[in-house]
């Protein structure tokens, strides 16, 4: 069956008892055994429970992999794979990712012995030369984020597999509707579900999708061992966010684009991030990578300062002004300060964040009605 | 005058209205989404400040049952996207228009039905308003001169469904209004199969638009809910009365409408476009017999909905050829995708034959009068691939033959 189709029925038989269309959500912690030894689906709600396992199958499904895993939210599924990595390791990963992930790399596996080597995963020779003999694990995103660079997933699959390193991809900005790593060969899919997956802007919630039965059991083990998993709530709200996940990102990514092309013809406007933008560097290989579209995230930078900036970002009437993504309501935020401001500010310089950059989630509104409210913010900086 | 705020304008798209209308841009906790207010009760801080709400200085909650905060924010998005002035969301579609009748209408009056509305609103007029001394009368669905010619000085509403379900009749609904405004005659249509994005009764001149928001609004088949949408003077009996009879919405509910309906266009569009190729596949199919979707040409109300109609919903009645009931019924039970099941309006596509599902307990003769053949199957398409609904039926069509 088609992804639309698989992202709305699978996981979600109807419930063998009452026929309800919808399963019941379980809220219970602990479930009554058949024997005090011995096989039962459930036992403890931490290991697995009924509607946390509706929300997991669905979301193999999407990713095409063996095995997901729902978590409390993206950082706790991103610390669970991070526990893959021992003392003396070696993690290789991008520079345009989330603030999130590069403080827990940073300075959390780094106390514990891990070390890291950040280096730009949109040029392929910078990552082969990064590959060390200890190499562990290669971390990606194939849309960076904030300045949207596109990574290549089966390029890096040829190096990672070639030196027997794991390759995860944080998928979140992408979503398994515009890309599916697993299927280019990556081993690991992490989502932030906050963003896209869940889609309103009303949970927390993270996932990761395993290639093969083997890692995802060894995933789901830590994943138990270290108990931050999805509650039945959330696990619910979740199923029903992905059953509109492809109508809602490919409605996103057109509307970015328009908002795209839009903003690069602004005289305000000094530069746009956008793969799907013809002029950017990693727009051919967007072109192959993803399908449907480019995303729902654009950022840009403006002439002027920061202040500029924030007077851009505190007057839009539409775009809400706050940290997050990939929900119906439009965003606005200052990567700087805001999504980003967890990187060392050196670190955030090199990569190219500078202080005037504004990034966009684009929501679900009419695109001519997103576009007039950036207009009038634009207006505030004066001709 | 400065230009109202996104969340009060009522121009924007139907997207951003989905979005953003009805709630407050600054929110509890400056959080981005409305919380649940789980409360049945509102404190006060002292006896003045309860004289002071009674005295009316105030606006704020008083007890569960009279209002919720979420619940005003559904009404407030449901009134922006029906272009309304105000809403009142109940427990179910049918708490909606019994609370909407029971406010408007005295013994003595009369109600006057389009005859293919919904069989259970119209049993509560029949059946139970009668008892109060109310009348009831239907007319041929789309006959706009027999409804005016029915119409005498006890008359008090004139009520129809746009399109009816499962006969996909498409009502005129300015030429419906306006022989309510001629005759001073409160008009009622039902748009749940339409919804807003498709059509805005109100924008034509009704009184009252009502909606089972259980259907497309809420749009995820798990909650239950209904309101109705017009002028605020002429709801506000309908929300005190609400407060009497208790069919209130729960705040946990109203959350998940409020949820379901920011994805409301962009749903509505695909319903729109699986009920269309659903509908010519199956018009062209050799065991159908025939095909009822007001997107087909050779609809009979084609031009009316072509006209008036963004787009013709998700729901398809068709007629399997030559087939009793049990023939019928293989059929639907020969389909893996829709589940088999009454209601209609949600991303997962649902089936049934309305002659077992809805009108097993009636007569032959009665279900002959209420025009539901043996052979009638309706499907609710719901957001899944249209090659995926249209392969399962195919496949479903020829395992039952």
């Known amino acids: 069956m088609e992804f639309r189709t698989r992202a709305i029925h699978v996981g979600q038989e109807p419930d063998p008892t009452s026929g309800a269309v919808v399963p019941p959500v379980h809220l219970a912690s602990t479930f009554v055994l058949p024997a005090a030894e011995g096989p039962a689906d459930y036992d403890y709600a931490r290991t697995g429970s009924p509607t946390r396992h509706a929300f997991e199958a669905v979301a193999a499904s999407l990713d095409g992999g063996a095995r997901a895993l729902a978590f409390a939210s993206g950082m706790a599924a991103t610390h669970c794979v991070s526990l893959l990595l021992k003392p003396g390791d070696h993690l290789v990963t991008g520079t345009d990712i989330y603030g999130g992930s590069w403080r827990l790399f940073n300075n959390v596996l780094t106390e514990q012995g891990v070390a890291i080597t950040a280096v730009d995963t949109s040029d392929l020779e910078a990552v082969r030369a990064a590959i060390r003999p200890e190499t562990r694990m290669l971390w990606i995103e194939p849309i960076g984020n904030p300045l949207m660079s596109v990574t290549d997933v089966a390029g890096c699959v040829a190096i990672a597999r070639a030196a027997g390193v794991l390759l995860v991809a944080d998928n979140t900005l992408a979503t398994p509707v515009l890309c599916r790593p697993l299927e280019l060969g990556a081993d690991i899919v992490m989502h932030s579900a906050t963003k896209y997956i869940g889609g309103h802007s009303d949970l927390l919630g993270g996932l990761l999708v395993a290639r093969d039965d083997e890692l995802g059991d060894r995933l789901h083990w830590l994943q138990n061992a270290t108990g931050g998993v999805m509650g039945p709530l959330e696990s619910f709200l979740c199923c029903r966010g992905v059953k509109t996940l492809e109508l809602r990102v490919l409605a996103q ?16 406007v000094c530069r746009v991030h956008y793969p799907g933008l013809s002029d950017q560097p990693g727009h051919d290989l967007a072109r192959q990578q993803f399908h449907g579209g480019f995303g729902g995230m654009v950022s840009f930078e403006i002439a002027g300062d920061v202040a500029a900036a924030r007077r851009v970002v505190e007057s839009t009437k539409i775009f809400r002004l706050a940290v997050s993504l990939g929900a119906v309501e439009s965003l606005i935020e200052l990567p700087a300060v805001m999504s980003h401001g967890a990187y060392a500010p050196e670190a955030r310089q090199a990569v190219g964040i500078t202080d005037g950059l504004i990034r966009l989630s684009v929501g679900l509104e009419a695109a001519v009605d997103l576009e007039a409210d950036l207009a009038s913010a634009l207006a505030t900086l004066g001709d | 005058m400065p230009e109202p705020p996104v969340n009060r304008r009522k121009d924007a798209g139907p997207s951003t209205l989905a979005v953003h209308a009805g709630e407050d841009r600054v929110k509890p906790g400056f959080a981005i989404t409305d919380p649940i207010f789980a409360a049945s009760t509102y404190t006060f801080a002292n006896t003045q400040a309860i004289v002071d709400f009674l005295e009316g200085g105030q606006v704020r909650e008083e007890y569960g049952r009279y209002g919720n905060p979420g619940e005003k924010v559904v009404e407030d998005k449901l009134a922006a996207l029906d272009a309304g002035e105000a809403s009142v969301l109940f427990a179910s579609g049918m708490a909606a228009f019994v609370g909407l009748l029971m ?118 088949n798990d909650l239950l809910a209904g309101a109705v949408t017009g002028a605020a003077d002429l709801l506000d009996p309908v929300r005190n009365l609400r407060g009497i009879m208790g069919g209130v919405n729960s705040p946990h509910n109203a959350y998940l409408l409020e949820r379901g309906l920011k994805t409301l266009a962009l749903r509505m569009e695909r319903h729109n476009a699986n009920g269309q190729a659903v509908a010519e596949f199956l018009a062209s199919h050799p065991r159908v017999d025939r095909v009822l979707y007001p997107g087909l040409a050779d609809h009979p109300f084609h031009e009316v909905a072509r006209r008036t109609m963004r787009g013709f919903g998700g729901l398809v009645t068709f007629f399997i050829k030559d087939a009793d009931w049990r023939q019928t019924a293989a059929v639907i039970d020969a389909v893996q995708i829709p589940r088999i099941g009454p209601s209609l309006g949600g991303v997962e596509s649902l089936i049934e034959q309305p002659m077992v599902m809805s009108y097993w307990n009636y007569s032959p003769d009665e279900r002959a009068a209420f025009r539901i053949p043996d052979n009638m199957v309706r499907m609710a398409c719901g957001i899944e691939d249209a090659d995926d609904l249209i392969a399962d039926l195919a496949q479903a069509l020829e395992a039952a033959e």
């Open chain 2, 103 to 220: 406010a408007h209408v005295d013994a003595g009056d009369e109600i006057l039905f389009f005859d293919e509305c919904y069989h259970r609103s119209r049993e509560f007029c029949r059946k139970h308003l009668t008892r109060f001394g109310v009348g009831f009368r239907e007319v041929r669905t789309c006959d706009y001169e027999a409804m005016e010619a029915a119409i005498t000085p006890r008359t008090k509403f004139l009520i129809s469904e746009s399109p009816t379900n499962p006969h996909q009749s498409v009502v005129d609904i300015e030429r419906f209004a306006e022989i309510g405004r001629r005759n001073g005659v409160l008009t009622l249509i039902d748009a749940t199969l339409c919804t807003p994005y498709n059509v805005r009764p109100l924008e034509a001149g009704v009184d009252f638009v009502l909606h089972s928001a259980t259907k497309y609004l809420g749009g995820h």
């Open chain 1, 253 to 268: 990514s057109a509307t970015a684009a328009r908002l795209a092309t839009w903003l690069q013809q602004q005289p305000r």
